[in-house]
Each structure stands twice: as structure tokens, then as C-alpha cells.
């Protein structure tokens, strides 16, 4: 069984960055592609972003393009997004999410993180 477990959730201001990270632990990963969602509250579940774990390959949400970046650290079996010129419409919990190819985007993972509160005040 593979963990994901998300950190560096928080409260910022309008404008502000943050860097939010997901480590797999448990069993290895072997998933193709790992990935960000989110979901404010009372909306429905966002796809943010993905990266392939061999080749780096990304895809974004169109709400975060240009201001988000994924990136991952294998050896550290981590993925990262690092979120700039955060605003109120950014407001939501951000869930981790492995699979096996960039079908992820739709929501087709195997493993799911349990979620970190991002919270932009304006």
C-alpha cells in the first residue's frame, strides 16, 4: 500500500507564495504520474496540475497556468507545488494524487492524499 501525505498547507495573503509537498511512503511507488487537485468549498473537485515521474512532462490546470509549477525530487519520492500571486479564488484543499498516466487529470488515480488546507485571505 502506498501513503501519500501532503504539508506546507496555511493561511497567506493576497499575492503571497507557498510551497506545498506530497512524499509517498509505504510500498514503492510505481505510478507514471503524479498530481495536484483542489476543492474550495462548496465547489467541485479542480484539477491542478501533473508530472510524469521518468520524464518530468507537465500538464496544468487553465486556472493556474503561469503561476503554479509541479515539480517532483524521485529520490525523495516527493512532488512539490510551488503556487505564486495566490489569490482568494485560490482558497481550498489541495489533495495529492497518484496514477498511472496523465488520465490523472480526469481523476483516474490509484492513491489519494488526505488533503492541506490552503487559505488566502484578501
Known amino acids: 500500500q502506498v501513503q501519500l501525505v501532503e504539508s506546507g498547507g496555511g493561511v497567506v495573503q493576497a499575492g503571497d507564495s507557498l510551497r506545498l509537498s506530497c512524499a509517498a511512503t509505504g510500498r514503492t511507488l510505481s505510478s507514471g504520474v503524479l498530481g495536484w487537485f483542489r476543492r474550495a468549498p462548496g465547489k467541485e473537485r479542480e484539477f491542478v496540475a501533473a508530472?510524469?515521474?521518468?520524464?518530468?512532462?507537465?500538464v496544468y490546470g487553465d486556472s493556474v497556468k503561469g503561476r503554479f509549477t509541479i515539480s517532483r525530487d524521485n529520490s525523495k519520492n516527493t512532488v512539490y507545488l510551488q503556487m505564486n500571486s495566490l489569490n482568494a479564488e485560490d482558497t481550498a484543499v489541495y489533495y495529492c494524487a497518484a496514477g498511472a498516466d496523465f488520465r490523472l487529470r480526469f481523476g483516474d488515480a490509484s492513491y489519494w492524499g488526505q488533503g492541506t488546507q490552503v487559505t488566502v485571505s484578501s
Open positions: 508530472i510524469t515521474r521518468i520524464s518530468g512532462s507537465t
